[in-house]
């Protein structure tokens, strides 16, 4: 379930220009109504955002707002529809409907359509016949009816013609969500492509039809399978379905359950398609480089034609006050946490402000009393709050995870204990104020992207809250004062939560979507129907490609000891972001990561820990120390005007930190449960652990850390010596702010503390991936109803000569829903919701590139799924039709494609790595018209194709078919010890 946490709520709310006081005067919030000669248009006065709201006549929103800083636009069409509103004997409905708007029309998607009517009749009267059969003999009689029908109406349909003409106008990110508010259709397109991106849009939404439907479900059931997998999902569903006993948000989930996930109804997916599809109930909200007035005129062109129609009003039921706790266990496989939380008036009431700030107040990351007495304090191995603000309710939840030894019971008093000092107004009266602070500047670095900008249109629509006063909500909040929030809290936060235990253990009543037999159905990709044809020959204006020049616009300035800094200003606002890289890594010194662990809870003379991490608060201010392989990176961001007293600041915890032998005692404690938590973790397991083990064997990166003994041994004199010494090695500074070049130099000099002569890191340890000379198989057991593998075959080094044929190739095989890989594996077989497959390159020259393909599918499906990935591999499907619209895709893409602000600084810094001195990008662009499909089946065949692979599997070994496995190569089944080395 897509939910509207803290941090899409307070993010996605406003700008209030570059004020940072909470006393500042309220913006005027008066509403306007203007015209452009033709169409009327809402305004709001002061609005940051300079939005643009038009009601055409048959009631559709239009929200825009202009942003030239790329020749792009984010789209977001908006349907005012979600779970909550899904019929309940057809829980799902919304996320299936959604699924099927990528299907296609009368006019695409099939090359004969009164051909293929008939059958898709057949098979929505079949499906309605299965539904009200309970008979199981006569259930898969009927299901494979419904097989045999849509074997032959695919015949006539053409797979994912939708994705070819999006991609073709370089479209990126195209997806859809499916929330409990809304139903979301999302693109990011070139500016140019409006009138064709209109044209192909109002045609999806016209008349769509429900074809190659049985193949979607199975996607779906993969879906669903997922969700049971993940323990966190299960936890949410239990809470929310005790806080909402009669409101959808609880007795319904987006997916829908294992039952009616068994018995599709094609008709009521219809019937809810013309009821709530309706103008009157979306919005398309856009955000870039448009014309208003011209692209409103389109709008009306293409979705104005669409009958004005009412929709019925959710009338959201009551619910009965919770008078005292209500207590839940959630067993599974992963670590152990709590969930408790209240239920709370929605989007736009009095009660959700308070929220929003009373969860700051709690947990804002740095000052929050969660933050400081909980986390920095070593009480848990985490804490937090956060909100969910919909529609009809809001909920606040708080949750954690207990230390070694530790009770979830402990770690529930210790977060209530942080509520009753809210109640007793026992926190700092300064921390409103910052807490505003800190929001306004978190608002003007949302605002600068063209999704967050557009997606705040759609919260606004979404929860009805009209845009003048979205627009101003934190000028709103920060009215709010401490007795506001002492006296809500006592009033509404107390015995009346829900709360849930999750423990670690097997879950006896999982259940599962059991695997359908299904028939591969055919996806004609060489057949195009004449509303693609059309599309596809949709003249537009070319926008030339703009490429980085690194040596004009970055500035290398100079410090007092030879310190290289790369400057790049910023013209557009008072933010700023300074990097130290400093030539120092894990390989150099493994009690590296432990000393950048022990820096976050450590002080100054000055300033206790709590006190270091509330001045950085008070001042806007952020700062980060991360540790790689090779480079400690300091980060530091913030307002400008606060630039030289927080370097200041953050330099007194490199030169003057205090150490402490209890924080260290509870790190390494909590060190140890971490990794212990971290071997009940899915991700953690293949991604971390099996990647590396599959790359370079036994002894890797990953298990490259100090033992449990050498932990133990370790004593605070010797990291406070690591950390004093960091700033004594080679480093560079990367700069982006609004600061003059001379002021940014002569404040680096004053508080920059460097040694005159720098020293240089021997490398100890240098790991390289292995040769794999023949197919292994690693598996490792996990309680889990999906299979997870990935497949490794290590290739060539990097050679930025093959990087054009290697953007081409990725493009074709995996670049979208219109890709080769997406066709086979889910569109045709449905072998897999989740998969991927690329040749990637490296992010340093003297590495090697990868093959990796990854299946995430039911563990009865494994055989059939990698049959169906290795045969892709090896026997690449040819389509010219596929291969040229990847090839104008990924050309419109590079045209309209822009790096920008401190994006540059990290695209120099990415360049240097691969040895380069300019934006490979040029080359890619220049090459790739002359590139043909014989060249991108010349390197499949020399780089793809029967290649040795590590193979890397995830799954419960009690479902597994090993057998298969054994075809694959030899199969050994590690431990959790051989993967963690612990």
Known sequence: MTRISKLSYIFLVTITSVLFSANSILFSQTKQTLSDGKYNYETVENDPLKARIYTLENGLKVYLTVNKNTPRIQTYIAVATGSKNDPHDAQGLSHYLEHMLFKGTDKYGTSDYAKEKPLIDTIISLYEQRRQTEDPELRKIIYHKIDSVSYLASDFAIANEYDKMIA?????????????????????????QIKTWLELESERFRNPVMRLFHTELETVYEEKNMD????NNRVWEVFYANLFKNHTYGTQTTIGTVEQLKNPSIKKITEYYNERYVPENMAICMSGDLDPEKTIALIDEYFGMFAKKNVSEFVPPSEDPILSPVVKEV?????EFIRFGYRLPGAGSREADMLVILDQILSNGAAGLIDLNLNQDQKVIEA?????????????????????????????????????????????????????????LNQIRAYENNDQRADAFVSSFALGIPWEKYIFNVDRLSGITKEDIVKFVNENIN????????????????????????????????????????????????????????????????????VPVFYLKNNENEIYNLFYLIDLGTNQDRKLSLAIDYLDYLGTSEYSPTQFKEEFYKLASSYNVSVSEDQVTVSLSGLSENFDKAANLLEKLFSDPKENRESLDNLISDILTKRENAKLSKNVILRSGLVNYGKYGKDNPFT????????????????????????SYSQRVLYYGPEPQDLLVQTLDIEHKTPSEFKTASVK?????????????????????QAEIIMLSKSTEFDKSKIPVIDMYNQYFDGGMQSIL????????????????????????????????????????????????????NNMPESEIVFTNSKNSLLKQIQSDRITKSDILYAFEAAKKLGLDYDLRKNVYEEIPRLTFNDIKEFQKKYVSNKKYVILVLGDLKKLDMGTLEKYGKVKVLTLKDVFGY
């Open 495 to 562: 015995n009346n939560y829900v709360i849930v235990y999750k423990k670690t253990g097997e879950d006896l009543n999982k259940v599962k979507v059991e695997k359908p037999e299904i028939s591969p159905v055919k996806v004609n990709r060489e057949d195009q129907s004449e509303f693609v044809k059309t599309i596809l020959n949709e003249p537009s204006e070319d926008i030339q490609p703009v490429f980085l020049d690194f040596k004009n616009e970055i500035k290398e300035l100079k410090l007092k000891n030879n």
């Open 331 to 335: 067993t599974g496989p992963s670590q």
């Open 228 to 231: 049971i997998d993940n323990d």
């Open 822 to 873: 997406f066709q086979e594996m889910r569109e045709s077989k449905a072998l897999a919701y989740s998969t991927y497959s690329g040749y990637q390159t490296p992010v340093k020259k003297d590495k090697p590139n990868y093959l990796v393909s990854y299946i995430g599918t039911q563990a009865d499906k494994l055989p059939e799924a990698m049959a169906g990935m290795t045969d892709l591999l």
């Open 384 to 440: 937090y709050s956060s909100t969910d603000i919909n529609k009809d309710y809001s909920v606040f939840f708080l949750g954690g995870k207990p230390r070694e030894g530790q009770t979830l019971e402990n770690v529930r008093d210790l977060l209530l204990q942080q509520i009753e000092l809210v109640k007793q107004g026992k926190f700092p009266d300064w921390l409103i104020s910052s807490i505003i602070a800190n929001m306004k």
């Open 704 to 727: 490259y850390r100090l033992s449990e003994d050498e932990l133990k041994k370790v004593k605070p004199s010797e990291l406070i010596s690591i950390i004093k010494n960091i700033m």
């Open 765 to 785: 340890n240098k790991f390289t991936e292995r040769d794999i000379k023949e197919n292994e198989v690693y598996v490792v057991n996990y309680d889990m109803q």
């Open 168 to 192: 073709s106008v370089g479209a990126q990110g195209t997806n859809a969500y499916t929330s409990v508010e809304q139903t979301v259709y999302v693109n990011d397109i070139p500016s140019n």
